[in-house]
């Protein structure tokens, strides 16, 4: 049973930054893809990065694309999502999702984690 605890959300002011964890067990993250998604309230859930670890590929939606930056740490089996120069509408419940299948599309996962607050202010 793979499981996804993330960590690190918080209040931050415009412009500021913050990194967000997602520690896993039961699979080891290096077999994997790795994604993170947000939901604001009132809007559906929508995609933010992932990673393909296997096959080293990246994918950020235009809005967050050049601010925030995914990456992880296998000594740890945890992925992490670097915020930058956070903006009010980055405001969201922020969620990490595995997968350890290939599937065509790199927004598809298996495994979620319970999400973490990021509330920016302007």
């Known amino acids: 049973q793979v499981q996804l605890v993330e960590s690190g959300g918080g209040l931050v002011q415009a412009g500021g930054s913050l990194r967000l964890s997602c520690a896993a067990s039961g699979r080891t993250f290096s077999n994997g893809a790795v994604g993170w998604f947000r939901q604001a309230p009132g809007k559906e859930r929508e995609f933010v990065a992932a990673s393909r670890w296997s096959v080293g590929t990246t994918y950020y939606a235009e809005s967050v694309r050049g601010r925030f930056t995914i990456s992880r740490d296998n000594a740890k089996n945890t992925g992490y999502l670097q915020m930058n120069s956070l903006k009010p509408e980055d405001t969201a419940v922020y969620y990490c999702?595995?997968?350890?299948?290939?599937?065509?599309?790199?927004?598809?996962?298996?495994?979620w984690g319970q999400g973490t607050q990021v509330t920016v202010s302007s």
């Open positions: 999702a595995a997968t350890f299948r290939y599937y065509m599309d790199y927004k598809r996962f298996d495994y």
